[in-house]
């Protein structure tokens, strides 16, 4: 009966899948496959539209010289809005202009494709000791035995100790075979393929996100609260996902420099061995770029979730401008039906005077009023004439210049000792009229975002340049930027 119930779930699982857009990729013409395996790599995620719609026409025009029934009429533009409307690729702007990239499902299926036609086997001794040392750690770390969880440490201990003294007797040191190596290199290399596609999920479910809240700004057709409390909603269920998992350790391990460092140093290490020249040009590549990659596409997850929260700011503004509108709208209903009422009586502003019976001894006491003894005030002066010229725009200091932010740190890490500069370093390789407050805090958002050294208990002074052309100093924690591995 349990297997019965599992089958069901399994077809039901299975219809919802033949809709989805990996199920049509895998089900498309095999040149599709075969062109998107061929130009997307992980050196390259991306290409530039102009770029692609060329390649994709040589292609085309290769394929018809084979005989292959295509379709006359359609150009290489075409077949790629085909291919963005089917959800195989996705088109978005980047720095000004449209690329190309293989969205999350496409991700999955190229990578499922390259682990069926690729030759070498996934099941290998680096791996096997991985899984070993993988389930290790599992009965270790969830064991609440306080004395076996002892007992483990110890034996680890005294593992090592003997290890070192081999090695301090003179013993070769133990060192993976070049095949083995390079079969371990691959594994990583496999393991972190699946990372760009959680990637690229977590990115497209806050996309979601972000076009549910821009048609509420729209539309306007469900409470404030309500709106918001499906974006969180959405946002929690999202982050409970296993990309979100995935992305969730990934900002951690950003913020923590030290980790940063440990890979960094591991990563130069392994690229310095014999063993590394047995990869491939592109193996190698992404190894030595794979947190670099990361990093940039953490950072659109990060701005996406800027727009939104952008969106969500606007919404919500938005929605109190109506309601107050509402909200005056009703009052004046009010008053003008408290004013048309019938039930209240007409009173007169003032009392009435009795002139028949007055209580004064002489008309002199009456003081009445004579108009010609009143005299009007003079007349105000006309108000000055205003011109074009006379209108002064108020000066603001103009936006970071992330291009020339990028560039200055590579220039000055590689011109510094030790490929290792400060920020005020950097903002002297900048032009004078970029010095600003503004770019201060671009080097520091670029610092932060790319886990460069931040001290806590040093500081360094940092000139910049206000609008009126003073100059301010401000004391910032000591900020080190180290250049890029290549």
């Known amino acids: 009966m349990r297997s019965t119930q599992q089958a069901v779930a399994n077809w039901h699982a299975q219809k919802e899948f033949k809709l989805s857009p990996a199920w ?17 790599t992980a050196n390259r995620p991306r290409i530039g539209m102009e770029e692609f719609h060329a390649a994709l026409a ?3 025009a290769e394929l018809r010289e084979e005989h292959l029934s295509l379709n006359e009429q359609w150009q290489a533009s075409n077949y790629a809005d085909s291919w963005v409307r089917q959800q195989f690729l996705a088109r978005p702007m980047i720095d000004g202009q449209f690329v190309y990239e293989p969205t999350a499902s496409t991700q999955r299926v190229l990578n499922f494709i390259d682990g069926l036609t690729r030759e070498r086997t996934n099941l290998n001794s680096s791996r096997l000791n991985t899984l070993l040392t993988s389930i290790e750690s599992l009965a270790h770390e969830t064991d609440p035995d306080a004395d076996a969880r002892i007992r483990q440490l110890e034996a680890e201990i005294e ?18 075979p070049h095949d083995t190596a390079v079969a371990a290199a691959r594994s990583i290399l ?44 959405g946002d929690r269920q999202l982050r409970s996902t296993a ?22 140093q591991a990563v130069c290490e392994v690229l310095e061995r014999e063993f590394v020249e047995e990869l491939a040009a592109d193996e190698r590549h992404t190894l030595a770029n794979l947190v670099r990659e990361l990093r940039r596409q953490a950072s659109e997850v990060h701005a996406i979730y800027g727009r939104l929260s952008e969106s969500l700011h606007t919404y919500v503004q938005s929605d109190e401008f109506r309601e107050s509108m509402l909200l005056r709208r009703a009052i004046r209903s009010a008053e003008l039906s408290v004013a048309r009422s019938p039930a209240l009586r007409t009173r007169t502003p003032v009392a009435r005077l009795h002139l028949f019976a007055p209580e004064f ?20 002066a006309d108000p000055p004439r205003l011109g074009e ?3 002064q725009r108020t000066p603001s200091t103009p936006k970071a210049d992330f291009a020339a932010i990028d560039a200055a740190v590579a220039e000055a890490t590689t011109a510094a000792p030790g490929g290792r500069a400060t920020l005020g370093a950097v903002l002297d390789r900048l032009p004078a009229d970029q010095r600003h407050i503004n770019t201060v805090r671009g080097l520091v958002l670029t610092a932060r975002n790319t ?18 052309g003073a100059s301010r100093k401000a004391y910032l924690p000591l900020i080190t930027f180290t250049k890029e591995s290549a």
């Open 24 to 40: 049509k990729l895998l089900s498309a013409a095999p040149w599709t496959v075969a062109f998107f395996r061929s130009e997307f």
């Open 58 to 60: 040589a292609f085309i």
């Open 159 to 176: 593992e090592r100790q003997a290890q070192i003294r081999a090695l301090e007797a003179g013993a070769e040191p133990d060192v993976l």
């Open 190 to 233: 496999d393991l972190a393929s699946s990372l760009p596609a959680d990637f690229k999920r977590m990115r497209d479910g806050v996309e979601r996100m972000l076009h549910a809240i821009r048609q509420e700004i729209m539309e306007s057709s469900v409470a404030k609260g309500v709106a918001v409390g499906q974006v969180l909603e």
């Open 243 to 264: 990309e979100g998992e995935t992305f969730r350790g990934f900002t951690e391990f950003l913020n923590d420099p030290q980790q940063q460092a440990r890979f960094r």
């Open 361 to 380: 001894e002489t008309l002199a006491g009456i003081g009445l009023f004579n108009p010609d003894d009143h005299v009007p005030p003079p007349k105000l």
């Open 389 to 391: 010229a006379d209108i």
């Open 451 to 468: 886990g460069q050294d931040i001290s806590g208990d040093r500081f360094e002074a940092v000139e910049f340049t206000e609008l009126g």
